[in-house]
Nanobody, 124 residues
């Protein structure tokens, strides 16, 4: 069983930064791509970013491109999300998830294990 535990959320002013972490259990972390999603109140969970197994390839949604950076440390079984220039519209619960290994990574169905989420609140 894979467990994903997010941390690093909190309250920050607009323009500020936060770094989220997602620690994974198990010995096969480096065999899987990882993703971050977010869900704002009353909205669907949406794709934020994805990183390949090696960390060489990444992909971002247009809403966060240029502001957020995903990275991973396979030795620590951890994936990170550095969030800069935060905006009030970035307020949401952020979830990390393990990618199934398909050629697609934008849908929730492309991921099989999820963390419990961490709240990010950006004040204006």
């Amino acid at each position: 069983q894979v467990q994903l535990v997010e941390s690093g959320g909190g309250l920050v002013q607009a323009g500020g930064s936060l770094r989220l972490s997602c620690a994974a259990s198990g010995r096969t972390f480096s065999d899987y791509g990882m993703g971050w999603f977010r869900q704002a109140p009353g909205k669907e969970r949406e794709f934020v970013t994805w990183i390949s197994r090696s960390g060489i390839s990444t992909y971002y949604s247009d809403s966060v491109k240029g502001r957020f950076t995903i990275s991973r440390d396979n030795a620590k079984n951890t994936v990170y999300l550095q969030m800069n220039s935060l905006k009030p519209e970035d307020t949401a619960v952020y979830y990390c998830a393990r990618h199934r290994g398909r050629n697609y990574y934008l849908s929730r169905d492309d991921y099989d294990y999820w963390g419990q989420g961490t709240q990010v609140t950006v004040s204006s």
